[in-house]
């Protein structure tokens, strides 16, 4: 299979995951123009569409790709019933299409109806992770985020992190204030603005890379509990979370 990102709006991603015969789904499309061009310009099949999400952000593109075809089929959670959902999906759902076949997973936290995509090695998270982040919570607790963390993090480690915004080397500089004395952190800071300079994307990322890395995936880490004013292990890592999240939030 072939994974495509394309850029959108400010700092979104698309994805595409593309099969042998040239048939594809699209994941998240923020724009339907820059979809259809690489429909076009790479002689692609669309065959579903897939919505992670109800933010404008996701789903802006959804109209427009309807109307250029409209027979696309879109999957998503309830939340996108009325921002273009054909087909409302749930967690532990399986979606076939054609050669395609994936888990549904409930990530509830970003929005209270938010899902994700995979198909292994592909995790479709939209805004629940980010490389060396996490989603703000706009709608859902601490502890549904902190519960959703935990189900990304029982992937295998190999799991390819196509997460929706280019976000990363803010996150890393607000994970060098949290953790200053960690060199991979200090590494992957630097590389990831390196990168950026050159214009080149951050992400995907993998599984294994984050658990090193974001600090919104250790939150067991007793020089980050420290560091944030936390007696080590007095709370709930959930509660960490929250402090951690908060702190973020006003970074």
């Not at 979809?35 to 933010?55: E, F, G, K």
């Not at 997460?163 to 004395?181: G, I, Q, R, S, W």
Request: proline share 6%; with cysteine; glycine share 6%.
């Amino acid at each position: 299979m072939k994974l495509i990102r394309l850029p959108a709006l400010s700092d979104n991603y698309i994805w595409l995951l593309c099969d042998e015969k040239k048939q594809c789904v699209i994941v998240d499309p923020a724009e339907s123009q820059p979809v259809i061009d690489i429909l076009a310009a790479n002689q692609l099949i669309p065959a579903a569409i897939l919505l992670t999400h109800h933010h404008n952000d996701h789903v802006g593109g959804v109209p427009g790709l309807r109307k250029q075809y409209p027979e696309l089929p879109v999957y998503g959670p309830e939340e996108t019933q009325h921002k273009g959902a054909t087909h409302i999906v749930y967690e532990h759902n399986t979606v076939e299409i054609g050669c395609f076949s994936f888990r549904v997973i409930g990530l509830p936290g970003h929005t209270l109806g938010h899902i994700a995509f995979y198909q292994a090695p592909y995790l479709f998270c939209g805004d629940t992770l980010f490389s060396g982040g996490c989603g703000r919570l706009f709608e859902g607790t601490a502890e549904q985020m902190f519960s959703s963390l935990g189900k990304i993090l029982s992937l295998p480690d190999e799991t390819v992190i196509c997460c929706a915004h280019e976000y990363t080397v803010a996150n890393m500089k607000f994970a060098k204030t949290v953790l200053p004395n960690n060199p991979i952190i200090d590494d992957y800071y630097q590389e990831t603005l390196n990168l950026r300079k050159n214009n080149q994307s951050t992400v995907p990322t993998i599984l294994q890379t984050e658990k090193k890395i974001n600090i919104f995936l250790n939150c067991h880490n007793i020089d980050l509990q420290k560091n944030i004013g936390i007696k080590p292990n007095s709370r709930a890592l959930s509660s960490v979370f929250q402090q951690l999240r908060t702190y973020k939030d006003r970074f």
